[in-house]
């Protein structure tokens, strides 16, 4: 069936590094592909998403990167903050709303 | 305030005990979807209604049933709760996608239910 991994599970950086998660689907039919935020206890919410007819996308300090080929995608965060501390989720989706969800990757940022 | 709303928010049951999770949303959407989130898992959908009396089977289905009497609501029924059931649940809504093309889905506070 379709499946998203995605990688690492967990993630340690200081304030001010990088961040980059990584993941991969199985579907080539997938043109969708959104990326979730859940704070300690809250729902997830949605940070910044990629069609398939675009490479790249970005958003102040977050950017993802789409490789339809490889059928990889990415999340990056730059300067990184205490408050990007989080459970971080990628999707695919190819149409009717269907989200497959990774398994999400646990991000601290360590003042 | 558009908003998707769960109750209850945290539920301790036993084995067997019939019970209901209620979810509701005031933006008129026609799409509504059901979630368990499980560490290591992800999320995962349970089922899902694209329009009122119009549900379908998501990937993990057994042991729930849903109806979609009302556009607003989309409660989730447990008929016999299982231990391996325990799991955050959340409901979500959206405006309808298509067969290529796909909506924001806003999601309800979540609901921990405990089955012992």
């Known amino acids: 069936g379709e499946n998203v991994e995605q990688h690492p599970s967990t993630l340690s950086v200081q304030e001010g590094d990088s961040a980059v998660i990584k993941c991969t689907y199985s579907d080539s039919a997938s043109n969708y592909f959104p990326w979730y935020k859940q704070e300690l206890g809250k729902r997830p919410q949605l940070i910044i998403d990629i069609r398939s007819n675009v490479g790249e996308k970005k958003d102040q300090r977050i950017a993802v990167t789409l490789n339809k080929t490889a059928k990889h995608f990415s999340l990056h965060i730059t300067e990184t903050q205490p408050e990007d501390s989080a459970v971080y989720f990628c999707?695919?989706?190819?149409?009717?709303?269907?989200?497959?969800f990774g398994a999400g990757t646990r991000l601290a940022v360590h003042p | 305030e558009a908003q998707v709303t769960q109750n209850p928010r945290y539920l301790i049951t036993v084995t067997g005990k019939k019970l209901t999770v209620t979810c509701s949303q005031n933006?008129?959407?026609?799409?509504m979807s059901w979630y368990r989130q499980d560490p290591g898992l992800g999320l995962r959908q349970i089922y899902y209604s694209m329009n009122v009396e119009a549900t379908d089977k998501g990937d993990v289905p057994e042991g729930y049933k849903v109806s979609r009497k009302e556009k607003r609501n989309f409660p989730l029924i447990l008929e016999s709760p299982s231990p391996n059931q325990t799991s955050l649940y959340f409901c979500?809504?959206?405006?309808?996608?298509?067969?290529?093309?796909?909506?924001?889905?806003?999601f309800g506070p979540g609901t921990r239910l405990t089955v012992l």
């Open positions: 999707a695919s989706s190819g149409g009717y709303n269907k989200l497959i």
């Open positions: 933006m008129n959407h026609e799409y």
């Open positions: 979500a809504s959206s405006t309808p996608g298509g067969p290529v093309s796909y909506n924001e889905q806003f």
